[in-house]
Nanobody
């Protein structure tokens, strides 16, 4: 059974930092592209960042320079370091693992950026 479990969300003030983590089980994690997505009420889920199986990264323009995605294939985890957070970064952040037609999602973790 495939499981993706996110953690690390919470309430943070503007300018603050959070580190999200996604732990995967039931898949050969190192073969998958892993992405972090953000969803807010009434809007489509948007891709924030992803990392390929060989470690290449890509970011949404709005988060470049503030967010860093990384993976640890030995621990089957991917992290999203979020710095200098802004209110518009608020949302539910979900982890996605994809390889071909195999596509798995976690439940998500809430990030709220507010003073």
């Amino acid at each position: 059974q495939v499981q993706l479990v996110e953690s690390g969300g919470g309430l943070v003030q503007p300018g603050g930092s959070l580190r999200l983590s996604c732990a995967a089980s039931g898949i050969i994690f190192r073969l998958y592209v892993v992405g972090w997505y953000r969803q807010t009420p009434g809007k489509q889920r948007e891709l924030v960042a992803y990392i390929t199986s060989d470690g290449r990264t890509n970011y949404a323009d709005s988060v470049k320079g503030r967010l860093t995605i990384s993976r640890d294939n030995a621990k089957n985890t991917v992290a999203l370091q979020m710095n200098n957070l802004k209110p518009e970064n608020t949302g539910v952040y979900s982890c996605n693992c994809q390889m071909g037609i195999q596509d798995y999602w976690g439940q998500g973790t809430q990030v709220t950026v507010s003073s």
